[in-house]
C-alpha cells in the first residue's frame, strides 16, 4: 500500500475521493530550501525531503521499502513565496496582498518507488475578486488560516465567496495534482480502482 | 431570508460554505425551452422559469414576496447541450463523448427581488484527460450519475482522477458561480455574512 508522507487532511482527502488505499506515514524535516533554489523548483526539494525522511526511517526500522508518496505546495505572488502566516497579523497582511490579484499556486510531488524517484510539479492560476477589510478579518478569525500556505484554503468561505478564477487543476490548489498522480501511479503499473 | 429555488444538494451546500442563510422550495417546472434559443441564453431561460414558479406560488398563498434564487446548469461540448442521462447506456456515451475533449459548462442564475430582476449566466471550460472505458464503467456504476447536467459531478471521483483542467469559477461546474452571486447580493444591498 502507497505511503502518503503528509499530514495535511486535504491531502488525505484527496487520496480518498481519488480511491487511491494509502496509510500516513510522517518524519519531520525542515522544509528549508537553498536560497539560490529557483522558486519553480522548491516544492519537489521540498517533497523530496519529505520523501527522504520517511524512506530512512523504514530503512532504519528494517522494513522493507515501498512506494512513498510526498508533496508540498507554496503559493507564489509576483515572483515571491508566501508562506504559512506565523500570526493574525500575517494572515490579514497576506490576504490583502493577494486581493484583487492573481498568483500561482505550485505542488511539488515526489514518488520513490522500486524504479527508483518519479517527480514534478504542477502549477494552477488563482484570480481573488478584491476582498473587503471586513472579508479579510472576518476569514482570518473565523477559519484560523495558520496551517495554509498563502492563509488561505480554497475549500472554504474565502474560497467560496472570494476566488473569480481558476486556470488548471483546482485540486492543485487543495495541495495534490490527483489526476496527475493518478496517471503516475498508472505508468508505474500501481493500478487504481480501475 | 433568501429562497433557493433549487433542490439541489450541491446548491445548498455551496450557500451554506459561502454562509448565506436560505431556505428551499420548489415548484415543478418543465425545463424545456425554445428551440430557437441561443445555448447561451437557455440556463438563464429555464432559471427564469424556476423563480417565476416559486413566486407565483408565494403570490397565491398569499405569502410576502421574498428574494427568489434560482439556478440552471447545462453542459455544453460542440454548441450541443449534453443533458441529464437517461440510462446507464447515455451515461457512458456522454462520458466517451466527454473524455479527452474540452467542454463548457453554463450556469444560468436568475435572482427575482424587489427592485425586479437580476440575471447572469457564468461559462467554465473543463478538460477531460482520456479515460479509459473502465474508468467510465466503474464511475457509473458506482456513482449513479443520473441526475447529473453531463453525466458527471466534479467533485466526485471521475472529477478528482479525471479532470486535467479547469478555466473559470470551480464552483460554477458544482452548480452555482457563488462569487458572482455574493457580489450581486451585496450590490442589492443584501449582507453576506461580512
New interface residues.
Given amino acids: 500500500m502507497l505511503i502518503l508522507a503528509s499530514q495535511s487532511p486535504r491531502r488525505k482527502t484527496?487520496l480518498e475521493?481519488?480511491?487511491i488505499p494509502f496509510e500516513v506515514m510522517v518524519s519531520d524535516t525542515s522544509e528549508t530550501y537553498p536560497d539560490t533554489l529557483p522558486i519553480e523548483n522548491v516544492p519537489v526539494y521540498i517533497a523530496r525531503e519529505k520523501a527522504r525522511a520517511v524512506a530512512s526511517q523504514l530503512a532504519s526500522a528494517g522494513t522493507p521499502q515501498r512506494m512513498i508518496l510526498a508533496a508540498d505546495t507554496v503559493v507564489v505572488l509576483q515572483d515571491e513565496i508566501i508562506g504559512k502566516p506565523n500570526s493574525r497579523e500575517e494572515a490579514i497582511t497576506t490576504l490583502r496582498k493577494l486581493s484583487g490579484n492573481r498568483h500561482r499556486v505550485i505542488t511539488g510531488v515526489v514518488l520513490l518507488h522500486d524504479a527508483g524517484e518519479t517527480a514534478f510539479a504542477d502549477t494552477t492560476w488563482v484570480s481573488f475578486?478584491p476582498l473587503?477589510e471586513?472579508?479579510i478579518?472576518?476569514y482570518v478569525d473565523k477559519y484560523q488560516p495558520y496551517d495554509k500556505a498563502g492563509a488561505y484554503a480554497?475549500?472554504?468561505?474565502i474560497g467560496?465567496?472570494?476566488?473569480?478564477?481558476?486556470?488548471?487543476?483546482?485540486?492543485n490548489v487543495m495541495g495534490l495534482p490527483?489526476?496527475r498522480v493518478?496517471?503516475v501511479l498508472n505508468e508505474l503499473g500501481i493500478r487504481?480502482?480501475?
Same sequence: chains 1, 2.
Fill in positions: 484527496l475521493w481519488a480511491e475578486h473587503t471586513e472579508q478579518v472576518f480554497i475549500q472554504e468561505w467560496v465567496v472570494g476566488i473569480q478564477q481558476v486556470e488548471g487543476d483546482f485540486y490527483v489526476s493518478v496517471q487504481n480502482q480501475v
